[in-house]
């Protein structure tokens, strides 16, 4: 049974998730860089004193933000892995999964790519969102792993590579492609590369071809 939360409890969760939607929409709009403690402060109508008490800079917002939008990353993933059978069902349905999330949050990707120059302005140390998104992040890889684990146990994938190996090299791969297609998303919307979508299912299959077994 879950713990019933105090009032207090449930007041500070309800200003934490609104103060970090709002960081959230402003790091969208307008950029990281381009955001302010004075403009979050007018957008959640916060005040800027209030904020400091549950995000100690603006750098813990950064990671409050990733933090929440790859917890929501996890819960898909893992709703979506639900629905396979075998290992490689559920490694193509994590992927998928994780080109849903690439489609509707592409821009996070835009993000992230500011992550080592704000980890070089602030010990991650200080900062506590830091290190439950790092947290969250781990456990993303460790559960994609166990998919390529079970897979090869199953023998639904090729057996002659490590599953943890192959796992971990999935995920960097994901992470890779997402990031440069954001990266030369104009040359795609001029015409320069093929479309889009297309580029991306052909990509795929080449994954799932290098898995077969």
Request: aromatic share 12%; glycine share 6%.
């Amino acid at each position: 049974m879950e713990k019933k939360l105090s009032r207090q409890e449930r007041e500070r969760l309800q200003l934490v998730q609104t103060v970090t939607q709002h960081a959230e929409d402003l790091f969208r709009q307008n950029g990281y860089e381009n955001t302010t403690l004075d403009a979050l402060a007018e957008s959640s109508e916060y005040t800027k004193r209030t904020i400091y008490r549950y995000f100690v800079s603006k750098e813990d917002l950064y990671f409050a933000v990733m933090l929440k939008d790859h917890t929501q990353l996890l819960g898909a993933i893992r709703e979506e892995v639900g629905k396979g059978r075998t290992g490689q069902e559920k490694i193509t349905l994590a992927y998928r999964a994780s080109l849903d999330f690439y489609n509707e949050n592409g821009w996070l990707f835009d993000l992230a790519a500011q992550m080592a120059a704000i980890k070089m302005k602030k010990d991650p140390a200080e900062l506590p969102y830091y290190e439950q998104y790092s947290a969250c992040v781990e456990l993303i890889h460790k559960e994609i792993v166990a998919l390529f684990v079970m897979a090869h146990d199953d023998k639904s994938i090729r057996t002659d590579i490590d599953p943890q190996q192959l796992g971990f090299s999935s995920t960097f791969i994901l992470n890779g492609l997402f990031h440069m297609l954001r990266l030369y998303s104009g040359m795609f919307a001029q015409g320069a590369y093929p479309d889009e979508g297309q580029f991306i299912e052909e990509t795929f299959k080449f994954l799932y071809k290098a898995l077969e077994s």
